[in-house]
């Protein structure tokens, strides 16, 4: 597991070179699929440019071929890793439900994926708690109340608190403050796609970043800009959207 959380905190240190992509599914049992797609090929071409034999001599990187290119939950990667076994039945639930992999271009690492498949509310209450140990960077909307007919969407969720928290734990304190400090300078890019398995009835709220695609997605852009400069102003920037499907 720390390997994995290694890879992701080494694709967000260096975010000038990663794009950041999530798309999470509403489907009609109130459960979510959710996938976060990070990718990191410039990354990687710059890390290879800098230094040729840096993949080979770091560890973490000299295995990255040996993680796996189709879906793996946390659970099996733990038990391939050797690690100690929790026998705490909520983490094993959640362990279970999530899932990453590797994803390559031209044989080469080109990205990593998380997936959390088929949440209930129940299951993001829990993954909010195993987050406070393992601080993985899951976009904030998952947390967005689901209850198979209607979404309540909080934008106070539209920022990178998970990921900021992830480079906090996984760094050093200097290293942390220097990404954030620049952190708008770094993102190529951040957004995250809502899909719905019914179609949307309706559209209440309003907010700059939001925009609804067609009759079943609506997109979420987020502007780092604005985010983070204290004097901007939105022209929409209601705390609440509600999206009611039929």
């Not at 189709?70 to 362990?95: A, E, H, Y």
């Not at 590797?102 to 993001?124: V, W």
């Not at 960077?137 to 990921?163: A, H, M, R, S």
Request: hydrophobic share 35%.
């Amino acid at each position: 597991m720390n390997k994995i959380l290694f890879l992701l905190t080494a694709a967000l240190f260096v975010l000038q070179s990663c794009a950041i992509n999530s798309e999470i599914v509403y489907h009609k049992d109130a459960a979510s699929t959710s996938v976060t797609d990070i990718d990191m090929k410039q990354f990687m071409a710059e890390m290879k440019a800098m230094t040729p034999d840096s993949m080979k001599q770091q560890k973490e990187f000299g295995e990255m071929d040996k993680l796996p290119t189709v879906w793996t939950s946390f659970l099996d990667l733990q038990k391939k890793d050797g690690k100690k076994q929790t026998t705490d039945p909520d983490s094993l639930r959640i362990m279970k439900k999530i899932f990453m992999k590797m994803n390559k271009e031209n044989n080469e690492p080109a990205g990593i994926s998380l997936k959390m498949e088929r949440f209930t509310q129940a299951d993001y209450l829990m993954l909010s708690n195993y987050n406070k140990k393992e601080k993985l960077p899951l976009d904030q909307n998952i947390f967005n109340d689901w209850d198979g007919k209607t979404l309540t969407i909080n934008t106070e969720n539209f920022n990178l608190k998970n990921i900021e928290e992830t480079l906090r734990s996984k760094t050093s304190k200097e290293e942390a403050e220097k990404v954030q400090g620049m952190i708008t300078m770094f993102f190529k890019s951040i957004g995250t796609t809502l899909k719905f398995e019914n179609k949307i009835k309706s559209v209440t709220g309003k907010h700059d970043w939001v925009k609804q695609i067609d009759n079943y997605t609506v997109k979420i852009d987020y502007d780092l800009k604005t985010m983070y400069d204290s004097e901007a102003k939105l022209k929409n920037a209601d705390k609440k959207i509600i999206i009611v499907t039929e």
